[in-house]
């Protein structure tokens, strides 16, 4: 199971590690340009102090430097040279592996710089500046010199710099290890800071009933980033609630059904073991089986009902042009079969389709029809069926029109209530008042608008679609 | 003693009906509220029971226009709601007690049985009057003897009049409250009857407890005012 406060963690320190390793990298680049570069500039000052100190007023050349030309005394090897190879002075350590410059075609002032190595082999950095003898102004013109092209070398050690760089490297990864201890302890902290608002929102929901809201149990706590989750929560409740009552109610619904069925089958048994007359006996074994049939119509209805809202557990061929579905349906009807008499109209666009699976259309249509079939009276006492098939932008709709009927406008919001009957089906038991449940379970599972409204001339309209 | 079924399941109003008819009782039974109301009106029954989901007219407002009518009977409400406010509902709307869907039918017996002896103000299941014993929950009567053998006829007869002792009662109130509305009643019926019970009664020692009041009907006097329990005295 992962862990936020563990994935943040990971995440961010990561990315400071990351940022660090590379801000790290281009510092070190950074420095050690800059400081080659402090370096450099250091060799070719002196270099050209010592190029100032090459005068040929006199011949030969001279280096007007009188001190001691070793390394410890000047901190740099120095060779100082014409154009034409020849060596003026030169530090005694200067490597001989050094080589010699002269040759090179570069103009006066110009330099360049080299690694290379001392004798002892220490790295260094070797300058090569391309100079001209100094001359005296002030001199009369046959001496004031010829301006000799002249070569002044200069090699420095580049273990100062080098240990600057390291020093700098050490400090980056001191700083950087001690920056990444300070981001995770931040992190540590500003995350569980961070997750406080969950933890709130755990315990609000840990105290919520179904008949309260995590808006109101979490209160002021929640946090802009806790809104929609806590909208999102309530709106679950809400539906979960609903959910829950329905199934209640569809419990609680059995139940009643089952009550007068259970208490006809005590009631005989009961007066049979008590008054044990042969014919009484016979009589209530003849009933009680017509009540278990009873019973086992209502199972079978209750589960058509479950089943209804189901999803279909395989993809399913869908039901397609519905117009040849209501033709078929209503020609196999028992209610049509059996003559009930009313006035049946079908009308509609043939073309007309829905993407619901055939099986599942198949029995809301069938329940549909044969509910507006039963209860319509015969054509002689005005008794009509239309049934509407009416194409759309998105689905087709489904209008079965019967009357007159014998509801009110109160009644006919409840037909698609499971086991509601009008009371002139109360007392039938093949009626169980679960047909139009199971249409409306159907519409629902499948994404189906569905209406029952009464109109004028007591007709009852039933609206299955979009 | 004569009830009144009202219960749209004809299966269980036809057992019910059996059942209580083979406990003593003069059953009438109808299918729906508008019947049940116009039975109730007509004729004064020792007890009601009233379903309360039937069709035409569900049992509550039958309960409540009986009442409001003045209607005194007794009233059992049969119902397959269970939740207290339908029992509180259905008690306010004036019925005397009210039995869950399913039940046994021993419990709406011995419910029918209480509500009975209660409507005429007696508590107790077993009468005495002297040597006689009228249990009117196993429906026998006895003596020091034993039990005397009553029909179930007779035994209504007896009944009826002992939940009415002090009381003269009419020929024509035993008739509608021994025999259903069914029964073809013989001018004799109830004569024939207590002729019977006197001689049962006599057989087993117990003489003048049914008194003949000519022209007005038969009387058991309360406990302790019988003849019988007179001439002890004296």
Redesign the interface.
Known sequence: MTSIRASLLTWILGGVAGAQVVAGVAIAVIAQAGLTSLHDAALLARARTFASLVTDEHDPIEFDYYGPLGESNLGVLVRVGTADGTVIAASPEWPETAGNPAGTRLAPGEHRFLDTRTADGRVARRLVLYSTASTDPEAPPEDRGRNTPIIVEVIGDSAPVARAHRALLVALGLGGAIGLIAAFVAIWLGVGRALVPLARLRDAVDRIDPESRVQGALGSAQTVELRPIVGALDALLARLKAAVDRERRMTSSIAHELRTPIAELRTLTDVAARWPEPERQRRAVGQAADIAREMQSLLEAVLALARAGEPASSPQEAAGEILPLVVSILERSQAARSGVGALCVISGDESARWDIPKGAAQILIRNLLENALEYTPPAAQGGFVAIRVIPGAVCARLEVENGPVSLTPEQAGLLFEPFWRADEARSDRNHRGLGLSIVAAIADAHGLTRSAVLMAHRRLVISIGM | MRLLIVE??T??RE??A??LT?SGYAVDAV?DGQQGLAYARATEYDLIVLDV?L??LDGLSVLDRFRKAGGRSPVLL?S???RVEHRVEGLRAGADDYL???????E?LARVEALCRRSRGVPAPALRFGALEADLAAREARTLSGRVPLTPREFAVLEFLCLNAGRVVSRADLEEHIYDANHQVWSNAVDGAIAGIRKKLGAAGITGLIETRRGSGYLIRPPGESRADQKARA
Request: glycine letters at 4%; a negative charge; proline letters at 8%.
């Open positions: 749209d399941s299966r269980l057992s019910l059996d059942g083979s299918a989901m069709p035409e049969l397959a709601r269970d869950v869907k399913p039940f046994a039918f021993a709406l």
